[in-house]
């Protein structure tokens, strides 16, 4: 016999001789019908409901748990398809975003913008996040408290979404993602894994503004990336007779 048959069969049992027993006037124990109730679900699976990203938004609140609160104006939390194949993870909210509450919407943004669209997605298709939640003042670096007091509503975002592909944008996206301390530089241009999901780490769309001579080496990466999603890459360029 199925073993969970088996148990079921034998919560009824005793859910029937209990019933039976309180009927019948018996005395000397206790077995009100909120007892009942609780028999009722012995051995049933439980309810494993998804946690949303609405859920996650609504756990997250008025964040005060690090001290980037006291200067940011919004909580920048995330934005695209709840149900995205890929997911691109940045650093951390700039001014355009602190001010907007949406992230990658300023000149950084414009230029990640037209990275996706060469892939032949558009940012409709994605979903957009950031490490932490909060502007850091003046654009600094995140520091590790605060990377720490955020990064798990990055993870249960991730969760939620469950993507197929993350594309990692820079140094702290790639670092806190993949747990390694390796420089951006050594660790894009391959696959790597986080929670299950294949992360493409790669050049900050910032970075590539003040250093566009790396723009090649994102293209690679996104080719990479577009042939590990089956999306078609671009033709070859004949050359020039």
């Known amino acids: 016999m199925n073993r969970h048959r088996a148990v079921l069969e034998t919560i009824d049992e005793i859910e029937q001789t209990l019933r039976h027993l309180v009927q019948s006037g018996w ?6 019908q909120r007892s009942f109730a609780v028999m009722e ?7 494993n409901r998804h946690e949303t990203l609405g859920d996650i938004r609504a756990d ?4 005060r748990r690090c001290k980037l609160w006291t ?3 919004n909580i920048v ?14 650093e951390g909210p700039g001014y355009d ?17 037209r990275i996706i669209e060469a892939t032949g997605l558009t940012r409709d298709q994605v979903y957009i996040c950031n490490i932490i939640k909060c502007r850091p003042p003046g654009n600094r670096n995140p520091e590790v408290d605060e990377i720490e007091t955020c990064s798990p509503f990055l993870k249960r975002q991730l969760k939620a979404i469950a993507p197929d592909f993350i594309c990692a944008l820079g140094t702290f996206a790639a670092q806190t993602l993949l747990e390694s301390h390796e420089s951006i530089s050594r660790l894009r241009g391959r696959l790597h894994d986080c929670m299950g999901i294949k992360v493409i ?41």
């Open 41 to 47: 679900n012995w051995g049933q699976a439980p309810v």
């Open 71 to 73: 200067k940011r104006k």
């Open 201 to 241: 780490p790669t050049y900050h769309p910032a970075y590539l503004l003040r250093h566009p001579e790396k723009k090649r080496d994102v293209w690679e990466d996104m080719k990479l990336l577009m042939q590990a999603m089956g999306l078609p890459l671009p033709p070859k360029k004949k050359p020039a007779p």
């Open 97 to 113: 975003e602190d001010q907007q509450g949406e992230p990658f919407v300023g000149a950084a943004g414009r230029l990640l913008t």
């Open 60 to 63: 997250l609140g008025d964040c």
């Open 27 to 32: 005395s000397g124990f206790d077995c009100p």
């Open 77 to 90: 939390f995330g934005t695209g398809d709840p149900d995205a194949r890929l997911v691109f993870v940045g």
